[in-house]
Antibody, heavy 117, light 107 residues
Framework: VQLVQSGAEVKKPGASVRVSCEAS????????INWLRQAPGQGLEWMGK????????TYAQIFQGRVTMTMDTSTSTVYLDLSSLRSEDTAVYYCMRSGGGHIGDVWGQGTTVTVSS | DIQMTQSPSTLPASVGDRVTITCRANQTISIWLAWYQQKPGKAPKVLIH???RLESGVPSRFSGSGSGTEFTLTISRLQSDDFATYYCQHYDNYPWTFGQGTKVEIK
């Protein structure tokens, strides 16, 4: 069971970024995938989730309008799109599994997104 | 949003010590609380879910307790591998939120 994320990104302010998270080793549609981020030296922040079974999404209000989470069941991949990037979005972005009575039992390796002019 | 407050922020300790970290929620979250361990440059690792249920494969020296608004994570006898940062997280409703972290460091 694993989640494998896409590689590091460097973006300019105002741009958009897409991070992917490919699941394997379990029934993709039975769980949700959450996205979280961690700014340098800071704590963890939950951004939202997508339930792979129902293709439903829930976003943290602070990201509403800037974040989109989608999935491709044919490749068991979930995508995080974040737009209008600013320097404060510089962070490591993680995907994390939840569901089936568990939370956070599987994490991606993290993707570093750097926003800099 | 539910605010989670951990204490202490830093905890100097020695191998063999009993260590307790507290997490408080500003409203009741029943037992919907998880504890994570994070080491530098690594993704967090879940230790406890539903406030007191030990995740499979996690050593029994870790235990969690509490319900409602006050929770604790206890390490019965600290091992060298346990020096890390620990986070609590509620999942009672959205948005899920985390405590600010407790760094367990070598005394």
């Amino acid at each position: 069971v694993q989640l494998v994320q896409s590689g590091a990104e460097v973006k300019k302010p105002g741009a958009s970024v897409r991070v992917s998270c490919e699941a394997s080793g379990y029934t993709f549609t039975s769980y949700s995938i959450n996205w979280l981020r961690q700014a340098p030296g800071q704590g963890l922040e939950w951004m939202g989730k997508v339930h792979a079974g129902g293709d439903t999404t829930t976003y943290a209000q602070i990201f509403q309008g800037r974040v989109t989470m989608t999935m491709d069941t044919s490749t068991s991949t979930v995508y995080l799109d974040l737009s209008s990037l600013r320097s404060e979005d510089t962070a490591v972005y993680y995907c994390m599994r939840s569901g089936g009575g568990h939370i956070g039992d599987v994490w991606g390796q993290g993707t570093t997104v750097t926003v800099s002019s | 949003d539910i605010q989670m407050t951990q204490s202490p922020s830093t905890l100097p300790a020695s191998v063999g010590d009993r260590v307790t970290i507290t997490c408080r929620a500003n409203q009741t979250i029943s037992i919907w609380l998880a504890w994570y361990q994070q080491k530098p440059g690594k993704a967090p690792k879940v230790l406890i879910h539903k406030a007191s249920r030990l995740e499979s494969g996690v050593p029994s020296r870790f235990s969690g307790s509490g319900s409602g608004t006050e929770f604790t994570l206890t390490i019965s006898r600290l091992q060298s591998d346990d020096f890390a940062t620990y986070y609590c997280q509620h999942y009672d409703n959205y948005p899920w939120t985390f405590g600010q972290g407790t760094k367990v460091e070598i005394k």
